[in-house]
């Protein structure tokens, strides 16, 4: 594992924010890197002693999830941000299941993919959240055309990303990512998810980069108020898990 080095100083540090003073919109790497850690914990119960309980972890990752609740009925919110909110929501559901947060969710989801009560799925943009938004709506509601459109995102993020172009590329990663475990693995032939996993394998070395860039950069700053912390915090609790899973052998 780590060092108890910056990762743990971080957490530490975080215990006492409170994320009302953090734009919504920088609030779901915090949210997705307390999931991480709650399952993290769940694996290995041991870690309780630096990291608190799974109740205690999972409340912190709720005080984000009931600000979401509210502003993914704000019709008035541009389509990506709400998006995003709305596939937040869903993953909190399934680690934690509150149903509350899945139907708001979901209703928020059509919502945006069907606008004008059309009943028919359009792109309001071509962005990270909206393919996870499709990728969540795709596995808690099997509706096969959610799929079809998060694999034209996937496609075209990955055809723009070959070259040197980085635009959002955490962002598609994560989306990305999300493709290919929940649609690649129901969909895709055994070709398409080995050519897949190539094209994931080729980008995974550019992430690396770029996470590490912007994790020293949260080094040399150490603010947590000036920089995207919650990247930072989301990135950091994976590599912990990825590094108790080497070690405890899962």
Not at 10 to 33: A, E, I, M, Q, T
Not at 42 to 49: N, Q, T, V
Not at 92 to 98: F, G, H, K
Not at 155 to 173: F, I, V
């Amino acid at each position: 594992m780590m060092k108890k080095g910056l990762f743990y100083d971080l957490y530490d540090r975080l215990r006492l924010v409170n994320f009302r003073s953090y734009s919504p919109d920088k609030l779901s790497g915090f949210l997705h890197g307390y999931l991480t850690v709650y399952t993290m914990v769940r694996i290995y119960p041991w870690l309780e002693a630096d990291f608190g309980t799974p109740y205690d972890i999972h409340e912190r990752a709720k005080e984000i999830a009931r600000w979401y609740e509210v502003l993914v009925q704000n019709e008035d919110l541009p389509a990506d941000p709400r998006a995003g909110y709305a596939a937040d929501l869903m993953d909190v559901y399934q680690l934690y299941s509150d149903l509350n947060f899945l139907e708001k969710g979901v209703d928020a989801a059509y919502d945006i993919l069907t606008p004008w009560e059309s009943g028919k799925l359009v792109l309001p943009c071509r962005t990270p959240n909206i393919c996870r938004l499709l990728c969540n709506c795709y596995y808690f509601t099997g509706e096969a055309q959610c799929g079809e459109l998060a694999g034209k995102l996937v496609t075209e993020a990955l055809g723009y990303m070959r070259g040197n172009h980085r635009g959002n590329l955490l962002g598609w990663w994560d989306a990305i990512c999300l493709y290919d475990n929940v649609v690649g693995l129901m969909e895709l032939s055994l070709e398409e998810r080995e050519h897949l996993g190539e094209e994931r394998l080729r980008l995974s070395v550019r992430v690396r980069q770029v996470e590490d860039e912007v994790v020293g950069e949260f080094e040399r700053i150490g603010d947590i108020f000036t920089i995207d912390t919650g990247q930072v915090f989301y990135i950091l609790a994976k590599r912990e898990f990825a590094a108790c899973n080497e070690e405890y052998g899962k």
